[in-house]
């Protein structure tokens, strides 16, 4: 998985990161924006599966 943000961390660091963020996950009007970008970018990845499926439930 190539990182798009957050080069400064260790590929199991990132790893790391993104569990942490999906297993914390907060809705983007209660995120602080000095928190790490990957934890940004992974919680801003699940707004987008969340709409994605709500899309789809909403279309089935």
Known sequence: MP???GAEVDFIEELKLRR???E???????RETS???V????MNRKDLERQ???T???CA
């Open 39 to 42: 934890i940004l970018d992974e």
């Open 20 to 22: 942490w963020a999906r």
């Open 52 to 54: 994605e499926a709500q």
């Open 35 to 37: 928190w790490h970008p």
């Open 24 to 30: 914390h996950y907060v809705p983007n009007d209660r």
């Open 56 to 58: 789809v439930f909403t």
């Open 3 to 5: 990182t798009s943000v």
